[in-house]
């Protein structure tokens, strides 16, 4: 069956990195466009970057064009997030998610504070 496995989110400080990822299976991988999404408290999903099939276009949220970059490898099914320069308001649960088909990850918290 189709998995999602994010990973990698935790406490960072502003201005930190931080790499997420999503281990893809059960699925094709390398035939969709991938995203990552987030919620955060209290505020409706969003749509953070998109990477199409072939990795060779992304579109980003424009409050983390410049600090986040969307990726993937096909061959190991796995879909990341660089985040760098993170801000507060970067504090939310990340998703990823298989565009066109509904399947979504369980998510990984990203809290930012001091």
């Known amino acids: 069956q189709v998995q999602l496995q994010e990973s990698g989110g935790g406490l960072v400080e502003p201005g930190g990195s931080l790499t997420l990822s999503c281990a893809a299976s059960g699925f094709n991988f390398g035939l969709f466009v991938m995203s990552w999404y987030r919620q955060g408290p209290g505020k409706e999903r969003e749509r953070v970057a998109t990477v199409d099939s072939d990795g060779h276009n992304q579109r980003y949220l424009d409050s983390v064009k410049g600090r986040f970059t969307i990726s993937r490898d096909n061959r190991r099914s796995t879909l990341t997030l660089q985040m760098n320069s993170v801000k507060v308001e970067d504090t939310a649960l990340y998703y990823c998610?298989?565009?066109?088909?509904?399947?979504w990850g369980q998510g990984t918290q990203v809290t930012v504070s001091s």
């Open positions: 998610h298989v565009n066109d088909m509904g399947w």
